[in-house]
């Protein structure tokens, strides 16, 4: 089922609070110049939301690019259906909003650390041990670097304990960007070394049987850039939804590059 339009505005807007405790619908009716029963009403989908509105609502609640695909897929399918096939994303593609929660920017601080990531996903995993000791000799870490980690992540309330066992607060979760970040560029940097780790040090069949490292070089038009950058984007969450349902046993990540070779 296709996330509407004023639940995508529903949940940045309490991104926003996350971020902004005080922060409220009136606080949001006032930086949009609009009455609070109006903003109330397009916020609970009473009102549709006109197009002219539009850009104000993506600047003030800070909408990232995903975000702002799925709110004009909501507010405009049949102007989608319009498009040409081959410059256009399906529906399948489009329909994960309901399932990522975006974090509060304030909690970008476990990408400093790869290994955040990791424990979280790990928790969800069958055969799972809370044990400090038990989670480093799983991701080749040191029992001091998980405990420092455990503590943030609970602090972060993305960690919580339940009947002794670690579990992770929000199953699903995203990183909403809209320019480049340091902390979210340290992150990559990691887990791109991670990959050149791969690559030079297990070169057994049994290693390469378990990943998939691979790319293609082509040739492209400017203009498409960003539909190929939404198409990426979409896959991405496809695929990290197709894997994560049911049980598992292991966590592995899936990293793109997108980058010219060629200078304009």
């Known amino acids: 089922m296709q996330t509407q339009a004023h639940e ?7 991104r926003k609070k996350l971020s902004y405790p005080s922060y409220s619908l009136r606080a949001l009716a006032r930086d949009l110049e609009l009455s609070p029963s109006y903003v109330s009403a397009l916020l609970t989908g009473q009102k549709p939301l006109p197009e002219v509105r539009l850009k104000d609502f993506i ?4 909408l990232d690019d995903i975000a ?3 709110l004009k897929n909501a507010l405009y399918p049949e ?3 319009e498009t040409n096939s081959s410059e256009r994303l399906s529906e399948n593609d ?3 909003l309901n399932s990522y929660r975006p974090l509060d920017k304030k909690k970008y601080e476990i990408l400093n650390d790869w290994y955040n990531i990791a424990i979280l996903d790990l928790t969800t995993c069958e055969n799972f041990e809370s044990h400090p000791s038990w989670i480093a000799k799983k ?3 040191t029992q001091l670097q998980v405990e420092i980690a455990i503590e943030n992540l609970k602090r972060l309330e993305l960690l919580i304990e339940v009947d002794g066992k670690l579990q992770k607060k929000e199953r699903l979760l995203r990183f909403p960007t809209k320019m480049s970040q340091s902390v979210i560029r340290k992150f990559h940097k990691q887990m791109i070394k991670k ?4 690559l030079d040090s297990k070169t057994e069949e049994e290693e390469f049987s378990k990943r998939l490292i691979t790319g293609t070089t082509f040739a492209v038009d400017s203009k498409k850039i960003n539909l190929l950058k939404e198409k990426i984007q979409n896959n991405l969450y496809e695929v990290a939804s197709m894997a994560s349902d049911g049980p598992c046993e292991s966590v592995y990540h ?8 060629t200078k304009n």
């Open 94 to 96: 489009k329909d994960f």
């Open 254 to 261: 899936f990293n793109v590059q997108l980058f010219p070779l």
């Open 79 to 81: 102007t989608r259906k």
């Open 195 to 198: 990959a050149y780790e791969e």
């Open 59 to 62: 600047k003030v609640l800070d």
């Open 68 to 70: 702002i695909i799925q």
């Open 139 to 141: 991701l080749k870490i």
């Open 8 to 14: 995508i505005l529903k949940i940045y807007l309490d």
